[in-house]
């Protein structure tokens, strides 16, 4: 039996993935936590197979999240449940340890195949996205600039579009703010924008693309 904890803040997330799996004689939802103390706290007591996390749960974000318990569960697989965009974000997520990448919008059978074949120690993603990896789209441009940045970069670039200050991204981030500085200098660079407002505009594109 697969052991399973949902990480939401949406209680109509945990009460559906659980409903869903109610039944099953392959997946167990052993807890089904809303933030990060609570995940951790679960993890320290207990023991789990997979986490499926939500890329935007509250306390600190998602990736980094998923590389504290790369460090302190090295054997607590994780796909991470999002709402985002895959082709921004799941490289990212996968480049941080994560096995898998869902899209809340799935349908619910897939979060099954997902996790069954992640318990077999293979990794899940989307067929487009595995094509988007495969085939360059050359008419695409702000999603290639995106698969150029680094896991920490797209990071700093999503915390800027939420109008996070220099200050707090570090905080959140476990950085000083000189370092935030040189990633959005860096992020400049490679987004290929001169000033911070075409910068923030690549960010807010996060969310379109």
Known sequence: MIK??????????????????????????????SNTTQLFEFLERETAHLVLLE????EVNGI???????????????????????????????KAGAAGYLSKTVDPKII????LKIAKGGIYISN??????????????????????STREVEVLKLMSTGKRNKHIAEELGLNEKTVSTYKA??????????????????????LY
Not at 112 to 115: D, K, T, V
Not at 128 to 147: C, I, K, V, Y
Not at 186 to 207: G, H, I, S, T, Y
Request: charged share 25%.
């Open 4 to 33: 399973v904890v949902i990480a939401d803040s949406h209680p109509i997330i945990q009460f559906a993935i659980e409903h869903l799996f109610r039944s099953s004689s392959e997946i167990n939802i052993v807890a089904q936590v």
């Open 112 to 115: 099954s195949e997902a996790i």
């Open 55 to 58: 890329m935007d749960i509250p």
């Open 186 to 207: 860096r992020l400049m660079r490679k987004l290929n924008v001169d000033n911070l407002v075409d910068l923030l505009q690549q960010a807010k594109a996060l969310e």
């Open 128 to 149: 487009e996205l595995a094509q988007r990896l495969a085939f360059d789209e050359s008419t695409n441009r702000p999603r290639r600039f995106f698969r150029r940045l």
């Open 64 to 94: 980094t999240a998923l590389r504290k318990m790369k460090k302190e569960h090295p054997d607590v697989k994780t796909i991470m449940f999002s709402g985002q965009p895959e082709d921004v974000y799941a490289i990212s997520a996968l």
